[in-house]
């Protein structure tokens, strides 16, 4: 009797390590599971626009932003931390695509770039920090700012945290064509990460 | 608040002491006994002490957040130690799951994270 | 019967019991632990309820002052809710669900294990403010600005905070397994539609889960930034909004309420076709009527806001009359699983039957609150209080019960005590019904919730009274619950496999269940696949070891489940 949740593996082929049975078709379970994981990331996210649009209403569109003394933001240099991220997450599918090829090579490359990239992004943001006027107990504005901004920088350094084992783990021949889940999985987070970034600078620099 | 410390360090006590007593009867073993092998085809990772770990050293790194001092970020002797057993808990995570990656026979087509 | 394999392996020491529960990814060692360690705290959260109830008997402060009282409803709402409720359910899913699929384990069952470890830690937490000055006193549901920094002075509520921030991230990751397991960790010839309800359920909550979490740890991280780093989020002297906290608390909130109460509702739609020996009615509408109430939950946040002012009243009074009905479908599906059903008065029965006359009482008094007129009056009165014991405790903990005697069976292979069953249910079912019926005329007439004291002449004395004594009498139906448990431990009588001639396939194992659960599948073709291999497609099939043919030719295709 066949079933159509079977894929056609002749009986003997060997799943990884935890949990994968015999015959699974579709997205490997761990992309699921990272898959998964970014949805929740998007809600946690959702939350913290709500409190940004929030009190940007109560205090009215007119009279938001930094506090009296505080340089204003710095756009140009916020546009570019959005072109470094956004090449970064073009970098990253570069290496996604080579190790998809079977090339090892081209995925430690790319993986490194991103991963420079990535690193330059925070250099940036910390930078930007240390310029502007405000703190996050200026008021609701550099709350708001600084609560979204932060995390949102948190989230890129966790993410380079994914990239420095994906290139530790390439840089040892861990990867193949046929096996390649944890780039796949960083890069999703990466490319989630990159978005969250464009909604951060659309609403806070461009918006205003 | 000196208060504090003294409770923490007193409940840090309190803890060893059952862990003391805990991995004493812990660390009587016995024969060789017969374990059940997974069915053919399927992989699942082994016991491991990691997620208890990983929840004290969270707990801890909580707990300096919550009982920092004025002007502090956190409290030091709670969330650092909290923050590298966290940080060497992924390590070591990340480490089995390669570990168990790699002891699959032939790999895969499929490379599931071990989690 | 099911047998298993046995290898030895060579050089394996035997570990300790200790070692091996600390260490332990397997599914079902982790759903015990869920289950044992929310009934400790759901014995802490009760203390806490008959201090509440002792100090509101009687007009006067008797045994509490106010700010211990506080504390204690506080806490008895936050750990019932947080480290009872959800996390029984949650390890009801865990020990079942890969049974009711046929899988081996939960799809990442270490974090599976982190998942669960996270729960002790994060109620020491919550509940060491106790040690350090008071725990959290402002309420479940932690309003600003008796939250923030000026009112909220204790740092229990940072303790709080911090706990359920753990809490949290658990339940989180918890959902990320239930949804990748049930995508993709089905037995062969499982679809979708032919998953057990209680699976259903427990994916929409893994869901809710999910999406409802995360705004929560948003919120919870917010308000500690308020607290401690002079952030100005709920403040509104420095242009902060108290109602922002209100709105992104009750978005989580709300949905929260139906994480609550939909696996408990999957475990009645498990227990009533098996103790009515019928199918259950209407499969398809129940699973559409699950998902209908998961997207739904998501519309109605604001009906917890109504008096605020702030609030579209036309817009969330419609979505929340409307999440009525398909609450209102599944509670006439269970009516036609009984209908002509030949029923089995067993106590899991018992309480099935118990859950759905409660949650009917509690869902109609939500009906009520659905509307802003009757709300306006009755909010933050017990008339709300009676809405949520109702629904949580006559709902959800009546499902808890009912899970734990249905499936106390398969996880220890004993069977509990009936007629100590049937005294814990009708004691119980009776004390509940005092304790709490009284308050929805109290509620009326006037009574606020969240207060330590009243007035003698406001005439609440004697439905005080009266609900007290209710409230000792659930504590009292508790005491045959325990020793039923205990004695059953010890000296029980032997379950077999499948006591309750269930329809589902966590019953076509042992009990308990090998350690990789399955060594034989029955084929599946149908959500009550093991009724129908009991009972056959008309010719009388036996048990898998009758099945040797038909399971050669599974070998191939299932390629390892044998």
Do not use: C
């Not at chain 1, 960083?186 to 490319?191: A, L």
């Not at chain 3, 220890?412 to 119980?428: A, Q």
């Amino acid at each position: 009797m066949t079933s159509r949740t079977m894929q056609a593996h002749p009986a003997g082929e060997h799943e990884a390590a935890a949990v994968i049975q015999h015959g699974q078709s579709g997205m490997p379970t761990a992309l699921v599971g990272m898959l998964l994981f970014i949805a929740s990331e998007v809600m946690f996210f959702a939350g913290l626009f709500a409190t940004y649009f929030n009190a940007r209403a109560s205090v009215g569109a007119g009279q938001w932003g930094p506090p009296e003394g505080a340089h204003e933001l710095d756009l140009p240099l916020a546009a570019v931390l959005t072109a470094i991220l956004v090449a970064s997450s073009f970098t990253m599918q570069f290496g996604v695509w080579a190790i998809r090829r079977g090339d090892t090579g081209k995925l430690k490359l790319w993986t490194g770039i991103t991963l420079a990239l990535g690193a330059l992004f925070l250099a940036g943001q910390l930078y930007d920090y240390s310029e502007l006027g405000f703190g996050i107990s200026d008021g609701v504005f550099g709350t708001t700012f600084y609560t979204l901004t932060g995390f949102h920088g948190a989230h890129v350094f966790g993410g380079t945290v994914g990239l420095t084992i994906v290139l530790a783990r390439a840089m040892r021949g861990q990867f193949s064509a046929r096996n390649h889940v944890a780039v796949e999985a960083v890069s999703m987070y990466w490319h989630f990460v990159d978005v969250v970034w464009i909604g951060v600078f659309s609403t806070i620099y461009l918006l205003r | 608040m000196p208060d504090t410390v003294i409770g923490f360090v007193l409940l840090g006590i309190v803890m060893l002491v059952v862990l003391g007593i805990v991995f004493a009867i812990a660390s009587r073993g016995g024969p060789a006994t017969a374990a059940a092998k997974p069915p053919r085809g399927v992989h699942m990772p082994g016991p491991s002490f990691l997620p208890v770990v990983m929840s004290v050293a969270a707990a801890l790194l909580g707990a300096g957040l919550a009982f920092r001092g004025q002007d502090q970020l956190a409290n030091p002797f709670l969330a650092i130690p909290g923050l590298l057993v966290l940080v060497a808990g992924v390590v070591a995570w990340v480490r089995a799951a390669n570990h168990e990656w790699r002891d699959t026979e032939h790999g895969s087509h499929d490379d599931g994270a071990a989690h | 019967m099911a047998t298993t394999t046995l290898e030895p392996r060579a050089g394996t020491y035997r570990r300790s019991w200790v070692i091996e529960w600390l260490t332990t990814v397997d599914h079902k060692k982790i759903g015990i632990l869920y289950i044992v360690n929310s009934f400790l705290f759901f014995f802490a959260a009760g203390i806490l309820a008959l201090v509440i109830r002792t100090e509101l008997a009687v007009p006067g402060l008797q045994i509490v002052d106010q700010a211990t009282y506080n504390q204690a409803f506080t806490m008895h709402g936050t750990i019932m809710l947080f480290l009872f409720i959800i996390p029984a359910l949650s390890g009801f899913g865990n020990y079942i669900v890969p049974l009711m699929l046929g899988a081996p384990d939960m799809a990442f069952p270490r974090i599976n294990a982190l998942s669960f470890w996270l729960l002790p830690l994060g109620g020491l937490l919550i509940f060491s403010g106790y040690l350090f000055g008071g725990a959290a006193a402002e309420g479940w549901t932690g309003y600003a600005p008796l939250t923030g920094q000026e009112y909220g002075t204790t740092p229990g509520t940072d303790l709080w905070i911090i706990g359920l921030t753990l809490v949290g991230t658990a339940s989180i990751l918890g959902a990320v397994n239930f949804i990748a397991t049930i995508f993709k960790m089905r037995a062969p010839g499982m679809t979708l539609f032919r998953m057990p309800i209680f699976v259903w359920t427990v994916l929409v909550t893994a869901v809710l889960i999910l999406l409802a979490t995360p705004v929560l740890a948003a919120g919870l991280i917010a308000l500690f930034i308020d607290r401690n780093y002079g952030g100005s989020f709920f403040d509104p002297t420095v242009g902060g909004n108290p109602i922002l906290w209100q709105h992104i608390f009750w978005f989580f909130g709300h949905p929260e309420v139906y994480i609550v109460i939909l696996p408990a509702m999957g475990v009645v739609s498990e227990i009533l076709p098996v103790f009515s020996r019928k199918p259950l009615f209407g499969y398809k509408a129940f699973v559409f009527a699950t998902i209908a109430i998961g997207l739904l939950s998501f519309s109605v946040w604001a009906h917890h806001m109504f008096t605020t002012g702030e609030v579209f009243l036309p817009f969330f009074a419609f979505m929340t009359a409307l999440i009525a009905v398909p609450t209102g479908v599944k509670m006439f599906n269970w009516l036609a699983t009984l209908w002509r059903g030949k029923l089995m008065l067993a106590t899991p029965m018992l309480f099935a039957l118990g859950f759905v006359s409660m949650f009917l009482i509690g869902g109609l008094s939500g009906v009520m609150l659905s509307s802003p007129p009757i709300d306006f009056h009755v909010q933050d009165t017990y008339f709300v209080v009676a809405h949520l014991h109702y629904v949580f405790f006559g709902g959800s903990v009546f499902g808890v019960f009912a899970a734990t005697y249905y499936w106390f069976p398969k996880m220890t292979g004993r069977k509990l005590n009936e007629p100590l069953g049937k005294v814990h249910f009708w004691i119980h079912f009776i004390g509940f019904n005092l304790a709490f019926f009284p308050m929805h005329q109290l509620g009326l007439d006037g009574m606020p919730r969240r207060i330590s004291d009243y007035s003698p002449d406001a005439g609440w004395t004697l439905l005080n009274f009266v609900s007290t004594i209710g409230a000792f009498m659930v504590a009292v139906s508790i005491i045959p619950f325990l020793i039923n448990v205990i004695a059953t431990f010890i000296n029980g009588e032997p379950a077999g496999d499948d006591p309750w001639e269930g329809n589902t396939l966590e019953w076509a194992t042992t009990s308990p269940p090998p350690p990789y659960n399955f060594d034989r599948l029955p084929p599946i073709h149908s959500e009550r696949p093991l009724f129908f291999l009991t009972h056959g497609h008309g010719h009388a099939a036996e048990r898998p070891a009758d099945l040797e043919e038909t399971e050669e030719e599974d070998v191939e295709h299932r390629g390892g489940l044998v």
